[in-house]
T-cell receptor
Framework: KNQVEQSPQSLIILEGKNCTLQCNYTVSPFSNLRWYKQDTGRGPVSLTIMTFSENTKSNGRYTATLDADTKQSSLHITASQLSDSASYICVVSGSTTSGTYKYIFGTGTRLKVLA | GAVVSQHPSWVICKSGTSVKIECRSLDFQATTMFWYRQFPKQSLMLMATSNEGSKATYEQGVEKDKFLINHASLTLSTLTVTSAHPEDSSFYIC?????????????FGPGTRLLVL
């Protein structure tokens, strides 16, 4: 069964600290993995996207890693800011037999950054 | 980057009425759009795939007669919640893959918050 699991479910950190969010998946066949940031009441915004051959991808203070062998990904946030408070969603894409793409969403990690 | 808009951004309606939500790709064409529903503190749940010029594909458990989808053009898909009930209150989000990106990048709309009284 295609699944994407994220941990922790929620996280509270102090401003300026680093944190790492985890994503484990069982989607097959695998196409790509994306991390999205979703502010409360808004649509998700893409942070990074990685294909099978990519191990790491950075976007400012956000760095995502991918281990396609263990089917694990992480999102590292450096020097957190108050504006980083949001839900972070891991989305894994896999192709279907009809040639279309299937997007499997993780349940998300709710991050709260405190001053 | 590509932009997807939704209208309205929020709507309050009486139980039993129908509500139409629009999803537009502003600077690119989208033969496929996706509709999601998100309940508080939960992740997005795919409801259906909207296909331009053909019938939408609904996920298991989603009533096609309840959630009518029309993809009339390459830049517009609409979701109509028919005979809305309080349990339909949710955050509805659409997304579209931008052309020329090998379907890798999904661009999400800002969402529509529906409250059914």
């Amino acid at each position: 069964k295609n699944q994407v699991e994220q941990s922790p479910q929620s996280l509270i950190i102090l401003e300026g600290k680093n944190c790492t969010l985890q994503c484990n998946y069982t989607v097959s066949p695998f196409s790509n993995l994306r991390w999205y940031k979703q502010d409360t009441g808004r649509g998700p915004v893409s942070l990074t996207i990685m294909t099978f051959s990519e191990n790491t991808k950075s976007n400012g203070r956000y760095t995502a890693t991918l281990d396609a062998d263990t089917k694990q990904s992480s999102l590292h946030i450096t020097a957190s800011q108050l504006s980083d408070s949001a839900s972070y969603i891991c989305v894994v894409s896999g192709s279907t037999t009809s040639g279309t793409y299937k997007y499997i969403f993780g349940t998300g990690t709710r991050l709260k950054v405190l001053a | 980057g590509a932009v997807v808009s939704q209208h309205p951004s929020w709507v309050i309606c009486k139980s039993g009425t129908s509500v139409k939500i629009e999803c537009r790709s502003l600077d690119f064409q989208a033969t496929t759009m996706f509709w999601y529903r998100q309940f508080p503190k939960q992740s997005l749940m795919l409801m259906a795939t909207s296909n331009e010029g053909s019938k939408a594909t609904y996920e298991q458990g989603v009533e096609k007669d309840k959630f009518l989808i029309n993809h009339a053009s390459l830049t517009l898909s609409t979701l109509t919640v028919t005979s809305a009930h309080p349990e339909d209150s949710s955050f509805y989000i659409c997304s579209a893959p931008a052309a020329g990106t090998s379907k890798k990048t999904q661009y999400f709309g800002p969402g529509t918050r529906l409250l059914v009284l």
